[in-house]
């Protein structure tokens, strides 16, 4: 929940709904998280800085898995992480993605201008 989005600082993986999950068991520690996109070009340091900040927890022999479903959605973003991603100059997403037929709004970051 500390680890920064290595793309956006100014979110963590936790807000940005890219972890999934973290289960410490007594022979290892496993990190679920989930890319934003299959390709994403930052998911090895996602996974290093994942797994040094759980190291430095004090917990041994961490794994860092990626699971491909369900797939990202935005709507796995925190309110907190959609304002923050617009004081960084970031439009951020507007409803929900599960309503693909309802066409949502992007306001500018600067203004709040929509048109």
Known sequence: ATVCDPEIPVLTLEDLGVLRDAVAGQ????VVITPTYSGCPAMDTMAA???????????????VV???RPAWTTDWMSQDARERL????IS???????????????SCPRCGSTG
Do not use: F
């Open 27 to 30: 022979d290892e520690t496993v």
């Open 49 to 63: 800085d994942l797994e040094a900040a759980v190291t430095a927890a004090g917990y041994e022999n961490v794994r």
């Open 66 to 68: 990626q699971v491909l």
């Open 86 to 89: 617009r004081l960084y100059g």
């Open 92 to 106: 951020p997403p507007q409803g929900h993605a599960c309503h693909a037929d309802m066409p949502a709004e992007v």
